[in-house]
């Protein structure tokens, strides 16, 4: 079951750094917004219990997914930062974060 959720989210992973090059257009752009979705990811993560798995790449995850849940549930709001609305991202990567905590307990690790 974990090799699975691996297995879906590296291709989920690959697909979305294969659309973040063709959005923003250089690889300095796509570091940048990896650099700002993990920290939406992390700020999401330091409000539930528990941490979300993989460590920063677990919280970049979280926040490029919360980032695409967030403006499908919400739109797009507050500002961008490095072509990620950060309210919106925050609030899809605390979803993700607080599904991960209730769906997967055996992955997330008290505090």
Known sequence: MIALILVIMLILGMVALYGLFVIVGS???????L???GFVGWAADALVPGHVPF????????GLFGSWLGVA????????????PVISAFL???IISVAFSLL??????QR
């Open 27 to 33: 690889v300095i752009g796509i570091l940048l917004t």
């Open 35 to 37: 650099l700002m979705a």
């Open 55 to 62: 460590g920063f790449v677990g919280a970049i995850l979280a």
């Open 73 to 84: 549930l919400f739109g797009r709001l507050g500002p961008y930062l490095f072509h990620i």
């Open 92 to 94: 899809g990567a605390l």
């Open 104 to 109: 997967l307990p055996s992955l997330t690790q």
